[in-house]
Nanobody
Framework: QVQLVESGGGLVQAGGSLRLSCAAS????????MGWYRQAPGKQRDLVAS???????KYVDSVKGRFTISRDNAKKTVYLQMNSLKPEDTAVYHC???????????????????WGQGTQVTVSS
């Protein structure tokens, strides 16, 4: 089974920083892309940032210059460094792994999308 476990959320004042981590577990041998999404109350879940296995990154305009996504392929872990946080960054942040290839017994499989349980980020003004 493929599982994603997030950590690092919390309460911070505006202008502060937080670092989120998401570790994938299971008999995984590759992950195409990993990313972070966020969902504020009453809103849809939107992409914040993503990174491919080769290191190509993408950010939503509202976090460019403030957030940095990175990954450690050997550890199957993705990070989101969030600086200069604003109250509008308040949301539940979910980790996503896309194109996950893993073993089950002697066979190899690829799953399309896996999600973490989410971690709350609250930025006070």
């Amino acid at each position: 089974q493929v599982q994603l476990v997030e950590s690092g959320g919390g309460l911070v004042q505006a202008g502060g920083s937080l670092r989120l981590s998401c570790a994938a577990s299971g008999s995984i041998f590759s992950i195409d892309a990993m990313g972070w999404y966020r969902q504020a109350p009453g809103k849809q879940r939107d992409l914040v940032a993503s990174i491919t296995s080769g290191g190509t990154t993408k950010y939503v305009d509202s976090v460019k210059g403030r957030f940095t996504i990175s990954r450690d392929n050997a550890k199957k872990t993705v990070y989101l460094q969030m600086n200069s946080l604003k109250p509008e960054d308040t949301a539940v942040y979910h980790c996503n792994a896309h194109g996950v290839s893993y073993y089950r017994g002697s066979s190899a499989y690829t799953g399309l999308d896996y999600w973490g349980q989410g971690t709350q980020v609250t930025v006070s003004s």
